[in-house]
C-alpha cells in the first residue's frame, strides 16, 4: 500500500502538467476567418503565441517573426498571432482588415486568430492560462508583441516581452532548444 501511495504521489505532477497541456490546446478559439477551433491542430509542435497590433511600434516585428516562422516551420515551430486592441487602441481593425495588412504589407503566412483581451475582466481563456497564477510566466501582458513559448509537451516554456525581438539571440536559442527537445 505504501508503494502504491509513493508511485500515485510521483506521478500527480506528471498527470496535472499533462492535464494542463491538453487544457492550453484545448481551449476554444475563432481564426483570424471566424472559424471555431483550438490549438490542437498544433499538438507536437513548438509554438510561439504572440499578441500582435497593426499600428504599433513594434508592429514590424510582423517581419520577423514571419522570418522565424519561414525558417523553423518545418522542423515543427508554429507561430500564432493573436491581435489585440487594449494597449492604445493600436489594432483597431476587423479581422479582414488585420489579415489583409498583415499579408499585404508583411507576407505574413503563420496563423492569425480572432482579435482578443489579453488582461482585465474579459481576458480571452488562453491568456488566462499564459498569465494565470499556475503559469510559470504568470502576470498581465504589458504591450503588445509579447511572445510565450510552448514547448512539443504543450507546456509554457518561456515569455519574452514585447522588445525582444523575433531574431534575439535568446528567444531563437530558446527555440532552437524547444525543436531538439523531443
Known sequence: MNNLLLLAAALLPAI?????????????LKDIDGKS?????????????????????????????????AKYKDRGLVVLGFPCNQFGGQE??????????CTSKYGVTFP?????DVNGPKRAPLYALLVGKDSPVAGDIR???TKFLIGRDGKILERFESRTKSDAPELVEAVTAAL???
Open 92 to 101: 483597431p481593425g476587423t479581422n479582414e482588415e488585420i489579415k489583409q495588412f
Open 112 to 116: 492569425l486568430f480572432d482579435k482578443l
Open 180 to 182: 531538439a527537445a523531443k
Open 37 to 69: 477551433t483550438t490549438l490542437k491542430a498544433y499538438q507536437g509542435k513548438v509554438l510561439l503565441v504572440v499578441n500582435v497590433a497593426s499600428k504599433c511600434g513594434f508592429t514590424p516585428q510582423y517581419a520577423g517573426l514571419e522570418a522565424l516562422y
Open 16 to 28: 496535472v502538467t499533462a492535464q494542463a497541456a491538453d487544457t492550453l490546446l484545448g481551449v476554444p
Open 143 to 145: 504591450w503588445n508583441f
